[in-house]
């Protein structure tokens, strides 16, 4: 199984771009990596995938290096409404996707 | 377009009750799951099914029976519900295509008491 490292909190302020590493050291081969968004009261939402490179969409980017043991999630110009918990998942498979902690980033004004 | 719908959204039972959680998508996805999420815990993962007819058991089953008579169905049922059970219970569901992201519902707060 694909156990991930994420930072347990970060803080930003408004406007800033923010980076949540997370590391998966034992990534397989067939292994996508997916990070996912929880407000308060709700379940996680789906935010971006990738399998290497960069992957970009009209929320974030996505940058995996060549040895794919890492990736970094990256939040342009935040505001008050990222404050939210970012999970990071490595795997395909249901029975075999992990989510660990996650990252509780806060916004401040 | 509900996407996945849980019920009831918050549910107190006493030690030694049962009940059943209601999970209900309308996208028609293969695949359907059970995760709970205790503090500092994360998600965990407790049942799920890759098709109606098909269950099997996650990292924390112990205390829950599912089934899945329907694509769009997949109630997760405690028969006995203890203390250890009071958590917040998501169900989520995928397609089978390989890298499918899954969308979840907005959780079951439970309590037992």
């Known amino acids: 199984l694909a156990k991930t490292t994420q930072p347990i909190s970060m803080d930003s302020y408004e406007g800033q771009e923010v980076n949540i590493t997370c590391s998966h050291n034992?990534?397989?081969?067939?292994?996508?990596i997916t990070w996912y968004q929880q407000f308060p009261s709700q379940g996680p939402r789906f935010i971006i995938q990738g399998y290497k490179t960069k992957v970009t969409n009209e929320v974030a980017s996505l940058f995996i290096p060549a040895d794919r043991k890492s990736s970094t999630l990256s939040l342009p110009r935040v505001s008050l409404s990222d404050t939210a918990v970012y999970y990071c998942l490595v795997g395909v498979q249901i029975d075999k996707l992990i989510f660990g902690t996650g990252t509780r980033l806060q916004v401040f004004p | 377009n509900a996407g996945v719908t849980q019920t009831p959204k918050f549910q107190v039972l006493k030690t030694g009750q049962s009940m059943t959680l209601q999970c209900a998508q309308d996208?028609?996805?293969?695949?359907m799951s059970w995760y709970r999420q205790d503090p500092g815990m994360g998600l965990r993962l407790i049942h799920y099914s890759v098709g109606a007819g098909i269950t099997d058991q996650g990292e924390v089953p112990n205390g829950y029976n599912v089934s899945r008579s329907t694509t769009e169905d997949f109630p997760l049922r405690l028969l006995s519900a203890a203390p250890s059970q009071t958590s917040v219970y998501f169900c989520a569901s995928s397609s089978q295509d390989s890298n499918s992201p899954l969308h979840f519902g907005n959780g079951t707060r439970l309590t037992v008491t």
């Open positions: 996208m028609n996805h293969e695949y």
């Open positions: 034992n990534i397989a081969t067939n292994d996508y």
